[in-house]
Structure formats: structure tokens, C-alpha cells
């Protein structure tokens, strides 16, 4: 089945530091990919919509500039937290929609990936 | 977005009897009621969904029920097993958007 790859799996670093997450299609191709934020105990959150070779789409409430969304090939997406603090702290996850099926059809998954930062 | 109501937020089974989670929502053009799992530290992974023009889907010991009329939709799991406990949610579909997750059901199975 389609599968969708998230690296790292796991980050820790300091407070200031910028953070680069990667979210590959590996067996199909997707000209959208989804961000979502994940806090303990609760639900996903959509953060972003990442269109290949265009701008992301961003959430309210969800600040552009501190999350860096690049989409520049059709199997990659990737998400920067700037200058990351505590509060970034979250499981940051990542789902891809296959390009050659309709929208409404379901999303692949990443594995996501846990930021901590001291 | 589209609120989706999810009960109950916590549900502990004993292996082997019936599990059964239950999603709530209020915009009539919702058409698709995707269930997913989530296994600690993963993400959530399809376990089973179903479209509007049905009422009833199965895939071995999990189904999925859905009332349009009442605008609720189901997911039962029987003979649970303890690889069963995890984290479900349900999410709502329409023609063009996969919209909210609900949020979110542990289930633990008790060996």
C-alpha cells in the first residue's frame, strides 16, 4: 500500500534553534501534503496544506512565518520550525494526498515526528 | 471547520468482549466517515470507512455503521483482542475536504 515516510522520527534540540521536518511519498506521487499538530492526550490538528509548487495554506491561527512550509517536488514536503520553543513542543505529523485519485479518497499518514525543545 | 462529536473519550474492554466508539456530526453534506488508529508514538493508520450510500461496512471483526438521518456514525469492534488498544478517531468527508478529526477514543483491551 501507499506509504508515506517522516524523518526524523524524534528531535530534541535547544530553545532558538530551527528544525527541518521531511514528509516523502514513496510509491505515488502528491501535489498536496497535509501538516498537523498533535499535543498529548488530544486530537490532530490541521496546521497547513502544502500544494506543490505553490504557496501553503495555512490555518488560522497558525503563523506562517514561524512555520516554513516548502512543497517543491511531488513526493516532498517539508516543515521548518523557526526558531523553536518549548511551547513548539508536539508530535508533528504528516499525511500526502496520491495526486491520481480523486480528493475525497483517504490520506496516507506518516509516522510523525516529536519535537522537544529544552 | 465541521465539529464532529466523539464518545466515549475513554473506553477499557475486557479481551474478547465488543468495543463499540460512536461519532456525532451536524453538516448534511458530509459523504465519507473514514476511522483510523493510532498506536503509541505512530500515526494514525485507515482501519476502515464508508460512504454515504451505504449503511453498514465489515472487514472482519471491525464494521462501521452510519445513520444519515440521525448523523451519526459507528465503529464496532468485536472480539477484541489486546493489540487492539489504541487511540481511534473518526473524520468527516465531503465532496472536496477531508475535514475534522473527532477527538479521539482510548480503547484498552484487558487481557
Known amino acids: 500500500g501507499a506509504v508515506v515516510s517522516q524523518h526524523p522520527s524524534w528531535v530534541i534540540c535547544k530553545s532558538g534553534t530551527s528544525v527541518k521536518i521531511e514528509c516523502r511519498s514513496l510509491?505515488?506521487?502528491?501535489?498536496?501534503m497535509f501538516w498537523y499538530r498533535q499535543f498529548p492526550k488530544q486530537s490532530l490538528m490541521l496546521m497547513a496544506t502544502?500544494?506543490?509548487?505553490?504557496?501553503?495554506?495555512?490555518e488560522q491561527g497558525v503563523e506562517k512565518d514561524k512555520f516554513l512550509i516548502n512543497h517543491a517536488s511531488l513526493t516532498l514536503s517539508t516543515l521548518t520550525v523557526t526558531s523553536a520553543h518549548p511551547e513548539d513542543s508536539s508530535f508533528y505529523i504528516c499525511?500526502?494526498?496520491?495526486?491520481?485519485?480523486?480528493?475525497?479518497?483517504?490520506?496516507?499518514f506518516g509516522d510523525g515526528t516529536r519535537l522537544s525543545i529544552l | 471547520g465541521e465539529n464532529v462529536e466523539q464518545h466515549p473519550s475513554t473506553l477499557s474492554v475486557q479481551e474478547g468482549d465488543s468495543a463499540v466508539i460512536k461519532c456525532t456530526y451536524s453538516?448534511?453534506?458530509?459523504?465519507?466517515f473514514p476511522w483510523y488508529k493510532q498506536e503509541l508514538g505512530k500515526g494514525p493508520q485507515l482501519i476502515i470507512d464508508?460512504?454515504?450510500?451505504?449503511g453498514e461496512k465489515k472487514d472482519q471483526r471491525i464494521a462501521v455503521t452510519l445513520n444519515k438521518t440521525a448523523k451519526h456514525f459507528s465503529l464496532h469492534i468485536t472480539e477484541t483482542q489486546p493489540e487492539d488498544s489504541a487511540v481511534y478517531f473518526c473524520?468527516?468527508?465531503?465532496?472536496?475536504?477531508?475535514?475534522?478529526f473527532g477527538g479521539g477514543t482510548r480503547l484498552m483491551v484487558k487481557p
Open positions: 499525511s500526502a494526498r496520491d495526486k491520481d485519485l480523486p480528493p475525497n479518497q483517504p490520506q496516507h
Open positions: 510509491d505515488f506521487q502528491a501535489t498536496t
Open positions: 502544502s500544494n506543490e509548487g505553490s504557496k501553503a495554506t495555512y
Open positions: 453538516d448534511s453534506a458530509s459523504n465519507y
Open positions: 464508508i460512504r454515504s450510500n451505504v
Open positions: 473524520r468527516l468527508g465531503n465532496a472536496g475536504n477531508m475535514l475534522t
